[in-house]
């Protein structure tokens, strides 16, 4: 079992915890910390000449100074993120500026009931989302008092709604228990690739289920998603084996490229997170149950929300709105989804026949449950942070 309240014995060959230089990639590049998890170069050399590479990539210089050039690139699409979440918004406002009458009759009539039960059951979905990453923690023998670990998730959803900066959320909850309980850096790392697994898989499943009940009414955009997921889950099935689909040999021909070896390493990292769990089917089953169990409290979250604003659509239509959010959402292009989620939200539910200033304020609803979530894990934050020695994490 991992010491979680001691030093480690091995020293951490990715030094992204103890610089300040930390920026949303540098999952993709964290390692095992153990000789025998580590990533190998994919030539056929001595173990000497196979390790140059590496250890050049691993050089603590070399590595701080393509973290600045990351951040320094994250820092020039920030500003150009918070623009595009601004314009999609005042798209929404420029587009009812004749109905603002219609839209706050709307909510004068919101049922206020409906919209605390809304919010109790997206807080619960948070919880239960930490239950899961305990879960994954557990596979690995990694125990960590389940209070810490739920106010680090807040933590990093205010990372991830709020602040457009390098740093994702996903990215603060490992380093946070790593700096702060002594996990074990890979390990921890690997917990969120299989979230984002997880998270894929759970799409597909819900997507699929409803899409060809609602084809008539998406036939093209269906089809566009549709297409999208299958290049996903190939990207995700080929980085997860890629010994399997012979990956291994096309970057051995480009192993003369310093860029080959830095993605062969990256791949090789997820590969690795992946296969960690090899053994652990429970855990693994257990953890993709309950991924399916937060996707659908998300989606009877909407549907309460539906009710609250007397919405006669069936509990079905919201199975299908989540997957497609949750894709859309995932681009990053914007902060948090912000804009993408509220116009994509309008345009699904006008399909759908409801009219104009009720698809509005739906949207409307839920961004402001996002946003008081997001306030209140900032709240807590600083309260953690004032009040509880914590290492600093960035």
Known sequence: MPNLNGKENKKNIYPFADNQYLSKYALSNINNQTTSDTAQPYNNQSKTAQNKPLNKYL??????????????????????????SITLLLIIILKNI???????????????????IAFTVFILTLFIETIRWDILLRAHKIYINFGYLF????????????????????????????????????????????????????IIIFFSSTSFFLYKIFKNYISLITFFLIIAVMLFLMISNPMLFKIDKLFKKLSKFKKAQEIWLKIQSFSNAVTSYKNKL???????????LCHFLYSVMFYIISLSINLNLSFFYFVFMVPVIFVLTGIPISIGGLGVRENAIVFMLLSFGVINEKAVVFSIIVLLIHLLAALISGVFYFIRSLFFKTKTIF
């Not at 004749?98 to 605390?116: A, C, G, M, R």
């Not at 429970?282 to 399916?292: Q, T």
């Open 59 to 84: 050089n603590k210089n070399v590595l701080v100074n393509k973290l600045k050039k990351t951040v320094k690139k994250e820092n020039i699409l920030n500003p150009i993120k918070v623009v595009i």
């Open 151 to 202: 106010g680090a998730r807040l933590v990093g959803y205010f990372y991830n709604n709020v602040l457009p900066s390098n740093i994702g959320g996903d990215v603060y909850r490992v380093f946070d228990i790593s700096k702060n309980k002594k996990a074990p850096l890979y390990k921890s790392a690997s917990t969120i690739f299989m979230e984002n697994l997880f998270g894929l898989i759970t």
């Open 282 to 292: 429970r855990y693994v089953s257990l953890s993709f149950f309950i991924n399916i």
């Open 98 to 116: 004749n109905n603002i009458e219609k839209i706050k009759s709307v909510i004068y009539d919101t049922n206020h009931f409906y919209l605390i």
